[in-house]
């Protein structure tokens, strides 16, 4: 199959605030669904609630748009039941760090076979501007006036804690850069998490673009991915933003670890149907 990114696009358009950075995010899963040929009927896009997470509807493969903090759930329970699948869960800091916290540690500790793309933009976009998990100390918010109290967190040093084997930073405005990382992602068998910085530019002001475009340098080239201490040391940096794959290592996979039972119960159920096993699992 030959494809290219308008391929890709669905009739809706985007309704997201003109510079906000998800649209530098949404071109790029374009672009990378076109780069690896990805057939449309045999790709899912899964979201939450929140700016982001209208995502699944501009993009022509199957979508699902689900409740706040639960894309990972469901994007598991669709990989689970057809493995064949690529499957890609969206959303935003909010949604997945906050209500959607516990769903992410359990992902990524599962190893999930999924590619997670979350797009930060340090602030509850859809809700008017209130404070974010990801939320720097001390920032004035619609929901913190005099500063926030709380330390934000960082995504990326989250998610090699909890367990993930792939975790990558980009920007929404270097749309090659994260078309790459992208592709990456979805490759990766096993969970990988793909934090992208990506701008609100009606809640966070026009300069939060110009500083993070400062701020952002690729890792050197001499990083080892394959070493957890080395990636930690990547994250939560102060002044700033490096992209790029932090931690890639393969282990196995919720989706083979379930396919290994399901082998076991057939061979000790050889003729029993499926009906037959569950009520052994029962007794």
Known sequence: ??????????????VWCPGCGDFGVLNSLYRAFADLELAPHETVVVSGIGCSSRLPGYVETYGFNSLHGRALPIATGVKLASPQLNVVAVGGDGDGLAI??????????????????????????????????????????????YGNPEAGVDPCSLAISFGATWVARGFSGDVKGTTELMKKAIQHRGFAFLNIISPCVTWRG??????????????????????????????????????????????????????????????????????????????
């Open 206 to 283: 026009d300069d939060q673009h110009k500083e993070i475009r400062a701020k952002a340098k690729a890792l050197p080239p001499e990083h080892d991915s394959g070493n957890r201490e080395a990636a930690l040391r990547f994250c939560n940096e102060e002044g700033v933003v490096s992209t790029g794959v932090l931690y890639a290592v393969e282990h196995p996979t919720l989706v083979g670890e379930m396919q290994h039972i399901r082998e076991k119960a057939q061979a000790k159920y050889p003729s029993s149907t499926r009906t037959d096993m569950l009520r052994a699992f029962a007794l």
């Open 100 to 145: 959607g916290g516990n769903h992410f540690l359990h992902s990524a500790r599962r190893n999930v076979d999924i590619a997670y793309i979350m797009m930060d933009n340090e602030i509850y976009g859809l809700t008017k501007g209130q404070a974010a998990p990801t939320t720097p100390l001390g920032d004035k918010t619609k929901s913190t006036a």
């Open 1 to 14: 199959m030959s494809a290219n990114a308008k391929d890709y696009k669905s009739d809706l358009k985007p």
